[in-house]
């Protein structure tokens, strides 16, 4: 993290819809420091460490989402990113470096609650991280595909069993892991 003690967290907010963008700064501006760009290209020259989380919209006319994410990824952005998008989720978010997936429009709660969970334990944990970045995914999947669908897919089947796997571990050795993933799982990531 790049925040010191009793300092706001830093939140780059990434979206071509102008109106949404700002939107979504005043809904955060209270509990985060927030910076808003316009398209993707502004944000591969803006993210860096000094941010601890990035809300990327996915559909941008000049650099997509997708390609943001995998480009921040590759340079070794750590922090936080949570797609916050209109698209419907498809299979190949399976393989996606995102830590989050919120379908628009998010409101107020769920967006604070959202960033608070992932920003008050962010790298504490890289297994409840992992469980977490996984949990997401098979969520709004299974929300958004036919169960025949999910099992026509390898990496779904491959995803949901490393789910297990993790989820086992975690029970075993955190007291406290029940309560987490119900936090978790209350947010409504559709």
Do not use: C, W
Not at 30 to 40: A, H
């Amino acid at each position: 993290m790049s925040r010191t003690t009793g300092s706001q967290p830093r939140v780059l907010i990434v979206d071509d819809e102008h109106d949404v963008a700002d939107t979504q700064a005043l809904k955060l501006g209270e509990r985060y420091e927030t910076t808003v760009v316009y398209s993707g290209q502004a944000a591969l020259d803006t993210t860096g460490p000094a941010f601890d989380a990035v809300l990327l919209d996915r559909r941008m006319p000049d650099v997509h989402g997708d390609d943001v994410l995998s480009q921040l990824r590759e340079r070794g952005y750590e922090g936080v990113v949570i797609m916050l998008t209109a698209v419907d989720a498809d299979l190949n978010i399976l393989e996606m470096p995102f830590d989050d997936y919120l379908q628009k429009p998010v409101d107020q709660s769920t967006l604070l609650s959202t960033l608070d969970q992932h920003l008050d334990r962010s790298g504490e944990d890289s297994k409840l991280d992992e469980y977490f970045r996984i949990s997401s995914k098979l969520s709004v999947l299974e929300s958004e595909k036919s169960a025949s669908q999910l099992d026509a897919s390898t990496e779904y089947t491959k995803l949901k069993e490393r789910a297990r796997e993790l989820e086992s571990e975690l029970r075993a050795e955190n007291d406290d892991f029940e309560e987490l993933k119900e936090t978790h799982q209350s947010i409504s990531r559709n």
